[in-house]
């Protein structure tokens, strides 16, 4: 999510989530910060979306919860893909359609867009004018020059924006350390089709739910071999309707057909395209691996992992290929064959475009640190000077004066976690405390205390959940807390409170000392 200012309004460009790592247990989504925004929601005059991908459009109900006629801005897709996502909200988004090539006035910002290509259709870069300069914001892009929809990132469009003179140009960097051209998603169609010739039973597809150009070569590839297909999986159903109706998705008649048909063919008819290519253990992939899902899995069958991996999913994800492997299954994924290409430009067509746009200041975005550096890097050797590449993290605020860009402070930029139901008031703390359940188990004492003299009027009760223990574990534990009350200082403390803080630290203190673990340990004080 970025934000843009000028004469007293706000811009802002995309509006994701990022998804929980394994540090973070219980999390659901991780939203932007609004919090220095939240006092000026009155002066945003629009929201642009570059794409459909839920790292750029996730974020956008919870912000529409405060103020519901912020304008979406962006293509066709995009704004179908959020408007299906909004109905389970309950929001009716006020939505501006348009298209590469279209400008469009939100003041005192103008916008012009650009057609570029990605791993989802109709991704837009966007030209943002003001009094202070000029800045392109590429969204996510890659350089395909053989895209399967045969749109490909319109150079000439930057080249014109390049004449016109860019000041600041905010480039993908996710790729960035890749050396040379991200391969074309047509050079992964022999490997699909390997697939669809050598499978013996039934082929069981995993994507993201919105990944059209994936699933329109698996649609292909079905087709051509005589397959029918079901899609299984709440969101990749409604986004597969959603670019099907649009056009997006060219699907033969008769090819999709419903799953409890589908269940009633031979083995080799069938194709099932399902999410959870990312181990999401409520996934259906995840599910079939662990037997528990309607859809039981066979020696013979396929599964083709046609998605790329996410950085802090590798365990989760490997965790479902030995699964599926041990079930008889054999798993084809990017790691054995060539099924997936990445939807970012390589370091090869970041130069290219540097070398085109000649930009004069340059604000990597996308990616973790390491990618923000190499893009850098990349700037730089391109001759671009060190001093007008800017570095900005998260809550970075960046000042574009008569063309020349510089860092000029830090707003409040947190994470936001989205817990079930809850929004925001999972903390850091909260997370700690789950750490600790789940590396050391959770110990409880029940203390009945003294009222007049702070000292145990009957022997203390422990209960333990996940932490390994046996009957004299607690022994020493109480005479630590014996000890620890019999001290002068505690006379002194008036309140149960004060004493279940004593209690837990004491006891915690002599488990990590004796045992090596920390569970989290919770003192409930009765006043006899």
């Not at 986004?239 to 031979?266: C, E, H, S, W």
């Amino acid at each position: 999510m970025t934000v843009f200012e000028h004469r007293g309004k706000l811009l802002i460009v995309d509006c994701g989530v990022l998804f929980p790592e394994e540090h973070q247990p219980g999390i659901d989504v991780i939203l932007p910060d609004f919090t220095s925004i939240r006092d000026r929601l009155a002066d945003i005059v629009g929201i642009v979306l570059t794409h459909g991908h839920e790292d750029h459009i996730g974020g956008v109900p919870y912000l529409l919860r405060e103020r519901p006629d912020i304008p979406l801005i962006g293509s066709e897709l995009t704004l179908a893909f959020i408007t299906s996502k909004l109905k389970e909200h309950r929001i009716t988004p006020q939505l501006i359609h348009v298209e590469a090539g279209d400008r469009h006035d939100a003041e005192p910002f103008g916008l012009e867009f650009v057609a570029v290509n990605h791993s989802i259709p109709d991704g837009l870069a966007v030209a943002i004018r003001t009094g202070a300069g000029l800045v392109l914001h590429t969204g996510d892009f890659k350089m395909d020059q053989f895209p399967l929809d045969d749109r490909i990132t319109d150079l000439r469009h930057f080249a014109k924006l390049a004449d016109e003179g860019v000041d600041l140009f905010l480039a993908d960097s996710t790729n960035a350390e890749v050396p040379g051209f991200t391969t074309s998603e047509r050079e992964l169609t022999p490997a699909i089709d390997h697939v669809f010739a050598t499978a013996p039973k039934r082929i069981i597809v995993s994507s993201f739910a919105s990944h059209v150009h994936r699933i329109q070569q698996v649609l292909d590839a079905a087709h051509a071999y005589g397959r029918k297909v079901a899609f299984v999986g709440r969101s990749m159903v409604k986004n597969m309707g959603i670019a099907r109706d649009l056009g997006y998705l060219r699907i033969p008649r008769g090819l999709i057909v419903d799953f409890k048909k589908l269940q009633t063919m031979p083995d080799e008819k069938v194709t099932i395209v399902c999410t959870g290519s990312q181990g999401e253990p409520l996934a259906a992939l995840a599910r079939m691996a662990s037997d528990t899902h309607q859809i039981r899995l066979n020696a013979d069958d396929v599964v083709l992992m046609a998605s790329s991996l996410i950085p802090g999913n590798e365990n989760a994800i490997y965790g479902i290929i030995n699964k599926l492997t041990d079930l008889g299954v054999r798993v084809v994924h990017k790691g054995n064959a060539k099924v997936h290409v990445s939807g970012h430009a390589s370091a090869g067509e970041l130069i290219y475009c540097y070398n085109l746009i000649k930009p004069t200041s340059v604000m990597p975005v996308h990616g973790e640190s390491k990618h923000l550096r190499a893009n850098a890097d990349l700037a730089i050797r391109t001759g671009i000077t060190p001093d007008n590449v800017l570095i900005a993290a998260d809550g970075y605020t960046v000042d574009l004066v008569d063309g020349v860009a510089r860092i000029s402070g830090k707003v409040e930029a947190g994470l936001v976690y989205v817990d079930g139901d809850t929004v925001g008031k999972v903390t850091e703390e909260t997370l700690g405390e789950r750490r600790l359940l789940q590396e050391g188990g959770v110990v409880t004492v029940v203390a009945i205390v003294d009222a007049d003299t702070n000292t145990l009027a009957e022997p203390l009760e422990f209960i333990a959940r996940g932490f390994i223990h046996d009957e004299a574990t607690f022994d020493s534990a109480a005479k630590k807390v014996d000890s620890a009350l019999a001290k002068p200082a505690t006379s002194e403390i008036d309140d149960t409170k004060g004493l279940e803080a004593l209690i837990s630290a004491t006891i915690k203190r002599h488990l990590v000392r004796a045992y090596r673990r920390a569970p989290l340990v919770t003192a409930v004080v009765i006043f006899a």
